[in-house]
């Protein structure tokens, strides 16, 4: 498996890492009975509603802050127990946590941050899986902003992101101004508390 970035991080993507079967199958499953909400989050202080819908599953009742709000986590269900698994055998690591993202059209997206929160320890792993719409992935260096990376992240695919790439790398879902269906991307992380 070869390293996507140049220097000072680690990521690894997986294609193909599900079925097309299955893809379909967890994107329709997830789509319907997870119970998506937008949420605020803070920008300079003022309460602004997320260019997305987004969910929240762990562990246990683990409070996580993300971007200035708390997340209080819903329970694993049978289908992200299944993702879950498949992405720890891979990976070598446990889990405790999911942020999903569900992004309705191409007007939906995320912006530029590093997942870099205390909590989720010195070096971040992060494991991301893609289903629905193939939609691109932005990398740019925190201290260097000309050096860039991007990827498509198609459905039912893997992106491995650890080691120091939530020091040194900023990612970003972009808007787009061709029209897009559904994506889910679900970032499992390990928390310690
Ligand atoms: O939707 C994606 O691929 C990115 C999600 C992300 O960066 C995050 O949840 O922190
Ligand atoms: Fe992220």
């Known amino acids: 498996m070869q390293n996507l970035l140049p220097k000072d991080g680690e990521v690894y993507y ?6 097309k079967e299955e893809s379909d199958r967890l ?11 937008q949420e605020p989050i803070k920008i ?11 969910a929240w599953y762990g562990d246990d009742d683990k409070p996580y802050s993300y ?3 708390t997340m209080h986590p819903e329970p694993w269900t049978p289908a992200l ?15 405790t946590s999911a942020l999903l993202n569900y992004y309705r059209n191409q007007q939906d ?11 989720l320890g010195s070096n971040p792993i992060i494991g991301s899986v893609s289903f629905g719409e193939a939609r691109e992935f932005q990398f740019r260096h925190y ?16 992106l491995l992101m650890k080691g ?21 991307n679900l970032t499992f992380r390990k928390i310690y508390t």
């Open 164 to 184: 120091s790439t939530q020091h040194y790398w900023e990612h970003a879902l972009p808007k787009r101004s061709r029209v897009l269906g559904g994506r889910i």
């Open 109 to 119: 997206s995320m912006g530029w941050h590093r997942d870099n929160e205390k909590e």
């Open 27 to 37: 994107f329709q499953e997830l789509k319907t009975r997870v119970n998506w909400k």
């Open 143 to 158: 201290y260097d902003k000309t050096l860039k990376q991007a990827l498509l992240l198609t459905h039912g695919s893997f």
């Open 67 to 69: 971007s200035g709000i």
């Open 81 to 95: 127990d299944l993702i879950k698994k498949r992405i720890e055998e891979l990976s070598g690591i446990r889990f």
């Open 44 to 54: 300079f202080g003022r309460e602004v509603m997320q260019p997305r819908l987004t």
């Open 14 to 19: 997986y294609p193909d890492f599900f079925t």
